[in-house]
């Protein structure tokens, strides 16, 4: 089996690559890159137009299944991200049960290989029931095909956990993903503290409650010499804090999402249940901080958080709802965003997609050098479409940008040389 | 003039004009409560629904007491013994009582944004009476209506408020409706209860209760919620009542003829000093009982009243 995309713009940062190339794919693989193949017996694909690239990475995904299967399923959830052009994603384990054992571990994995139109790779939980009280089995996690720790929604409070957790995890190769937050500063706030809070009369949570935690964790990153990824950072803080810390080589990365740096909390009033997320929607300077982290190479992926809820549970009073958003299907159009503001180049925007996240999980996609699996994305830049939560793929429609004009989406989506999704 | 609004959900989305109506409008129903007979058939066959998720006592009364005076059918409803406690959203309840063809739903939730959230959803007029730590524009429309009532006027007036800013709706409701009508508003509280960025909502915040009161023509103390002192937000209600109560010796600090209000319910000894509550300028009571008059105006006005005929 032989397919030939033709005519594209090659965008594959990993290799230095952005120039107008052929790409053979032979039995799921990468077979040759060059100007003008030969089609030869292979089925054409014709990217004159398009821009091609290894298929995007989403390493902040909660696929709600085994468990919560009403909010999306491993089958909804990867055929929105097939949707979105991304071709791999790494979920979250605070599904039902939670994912701390290998039999979990190996669901998510034979039912997203089974049914799934994209790779999953499921990402354990730090400590047993993301209680916090005793290490999960990592050993036997990462061999079942975990690429990396979390208690996500929960923070690790007690100090000399999280160093444990760090120092053991660091012993299989895996990072620890920090969900940074100092509960204790949150203190029940439902939205970020500021003049907008204020006004809403809601209760807010201040900067303060992520840096914190950002700050400890970044510091026993440092004294245990293992790898922290810092989750979703939202403040200008944080971003700082990881800047800093890189700069005395301390092994940390971080990821920021879409709707950290297109939205500021002025998307909540009205209380709008689908601007309520955690950590939540900030002021202008943190948006402006995330966006030049990510230009300076700071924040090393762009992550969506992909969160759905039923609309039952965002469809309540603003205090009551629910966190989180859904983000696979406009993961590409609001990152190309920052490259038609300038914020980024397409080189690096793509990479904040694909190879960057794969580094970080040490998972082998987002490249296209040839022997590479032929996960690929092919991306109309130009066209201008409008968002319907309606039509989504995600079983839920929990998003802030229902009805925006986005510019740029994936037409077809390429997993192992397949086609899992075409417009 | 026309008034348009069909929602009283808060005074921030009312103009000055308004609110100027509103209040004129109150002032010609005052009266009826004056008569021996003190009702008008203004909005007979009318059904208004009380709906209270929180405990309250002189609001939830006045608005029943003013739906009565002008003939409507008011029906209370509380959360304790409702369906909440088994488990129904607000919006199937919501849903639920509109089935039953009410003309107004007057609501207090302890959720900011409630009665929002219900107006989006239902299509009868909401008004709201209490709404978290967001809005409470019936509060500060009887406040303006008495301030007015005594002053003549609010425009150029300085009015300071006292107390647990941050979780107020009485505080954002008045800077609100006070900023509209021209006047001053100054606030003062401990440090743990002024929320960021308030002074963008027009008014100038202090630190301590003398600065605030200084030459103050109206002075507006806050219900100190006694729970607070458990959430690390005030050493003990002793300490506060020295810093924040309001003594008459303090009280001297303001204009000569300043005024002395409270949205009750009042604990004496703390934040004002019981011979404050009882002093010559308290207008606390005027204050309840202008609240029914302004209540009339706005269940009248929101029921699209054509003419103020109530004879």
Redesign the interface.
């Known amino acids: 089996m032989k397919t030939l995309i033709k005519s594209g713009r090659l965008v594959d940062p990993a290799n230095h690559i952005d120039e107008k190339l052929d790409i053979l794919i032979v039995a799921g693989k990468v077979a040759e890159l060059a100007p003008n193949i030969d089609a030869g017996t292979a089925e054409v694909i014709n990217a004159a137009g398009l821009i091609v690239t290894p298929g995007l990475i989403d390493m902040h995904v909660h696929l709600r299944d085994p468990g919560l299967e009403y909010k999306e399923d491993i089958i909804s959830g990867t055929r929105a991200a097939a949707a979105g052009g991304v071709t791999s994603l790494a979920c979250m384990p605070n599904s039902s049960p939670v994912n701390d054992n290998l039999a979990v571990t190996r669901y998510i994995i034979s039912k997203a290989r089974e049914q799934g139109s994209a790779n999953v790779y499921p990402i354990g939980c730090i400590t047993k029931g993301q209680k916090g009280e005793v290490l999960a089995e990592m050993g036997e996690l990462k061999e079942g095909g975990c690429v990396g720790f979390s208690d996500d929604g929960l923070p690790v409070r007690d100090g000399e956990m999280m160093r444990r957790a760090l120092e053991y995890a660091n012993t299989f190769g895996a990072p620890v993903i920090s969900h940074a937050e100092e509960l204790s500063l949150v203190a029940g706030g439902c939205m970020n ?12 949570i201040p900067w303060v409650a992520e840096d914190a935690m950002t700050a400890r964790d970044i510091m026993l990153a440092e004294l245990t010499g293992a790898h922290l990824h810092v989750a979703h950072v939202s403040t200008r803080g944080s971003v700082e804090l990881v800047r800093q810390a890189k700069g005395r080589g301390v092994r940390v990365t971080c990821e920021a999402t879409p709707h950290h740096f297109m939205l500021t909390d002025d998307a909540v009033r ?2 709008n249940t689908n601007a309520k997320m955690n950590p939540p929607l900030r002021s202008q300077a943190d948006v402006d901080a995330i966006r030049a982290g990510l230009a300076d190479g700071t924040i090393d992926a762009i992550a969506t958080d992909h969160a759905p809820h039923h609309s ?1 549970e965002k ?6 709802a629910l966190n989180g958003i859904v983000g696979l299907e406009t993961l590409l159009p609001l990152t190309l965003q920052l490259v038609a503001e300038k914020v980024l180049s397409l080189t690096q925007a793509i990479a904040l997609v694909t190879c960057r996240p794969a580094r970080i999980l040490g998972i082998e996609r987002g490249s296209l050098a040839p022997g590479a699996v032929a996960d690929i994305t092919l991306i109309n830049p130009n066209k201008e479409w409008t968002l319907d939560a309606a039509q989504l793929q995600s079983k839920s429609r929990n998003t802030p940008f229902d009805g925006r004009t986005m510019k740029g989406h994936a037409v077809r989506t390429l997993l192992a040389g397949a086609t899992v999704f075409e417009r | 003039m026309d008034f348009q609004q069909k929602h009283i959900l808060g005074i921030e989305n009312l103009t000055a004009e308004e609110i100027t109506f509103i209040l004129d409008s109150a002032e010609s129903f005052k009266e009826i409560s004056t008569r021996s007979i003190k009702k008008v058939p203004t909005l007979r066959g009318k059904t208004i629904i009380n709906l209270f998720f929180e405990a309250s006592t002189r609001t939830r009364t006045s608005f029943e007491i003013a739906g009565k005076r002008l003939s409507a059918d008011t029906v209370n409803i509380s959360a304790s013994g409702s369906s909440v406690v088994k488990g129904e959203t607000l919006e199937d309840t919501a849903r639920n009582i509109e089935a039953m063809r009410p003309d107004i739903i007057v609501m207090r939730h302890n959720a900011s944004g409630a009665c929002h959230y219900l107006a989006e959803r239902l299509d009868c007029s909401v008004i709201n009476a209490g709404d978290g730590m967001h809005e409470h524009p019936s509060q500060a429309l009887l406040d303006a209506f008495t301030i007015r009532q005594h002053k003549g006027r609010i425009e150029g007036l300085t009015v300071a408020i006292v107390g647990d800013i941050t979780h107020s709706r009485v505080v954002r409701s008045n800077i609100y409706c006070l900023n509209k009508l021209g006047a001053r508003v100054r606030i003062a509280g401990p440090g743990t209860m002024l929320p960021p960025g308030i002074e963008r909502l027009g008014c100038q915040v202090f630190s301590n209760l003398e600065d605030a009161i200084r030459d103050a023509d109206c002075v507006m103390m806050l219900r100190i919620q006694r729970e607070r002192q458990g959430a690390s937000l005030i050493p003990s209600v002793r300490e506060y009542a020295r810093f924040f109560g309001l003594s008459e010796e303090k009280l001297r600090l303001a204009k000569a003829d300043a005024i002395v209000m409270h949205p009750g319910p009042v604990n004496r000894g703390v934040e004002m000093a019981s011979s404050v509550v009882d002093g010559p300028q308290n207008v606390i009571l005027e204050q309840v009982e202008n609240g029914v008059a302004v209540r009339m105006a706005l269940l009248y006005l929101v029921s699209g009243g054509e003419t103020l005929s109530h004879d």
């Open positions: 503290e500021g003049p907008v809070s204020t006004e809403l009369g809601l209760k807010g009205g209380y039952d469809n309540v009073e603003f205090a009551i």
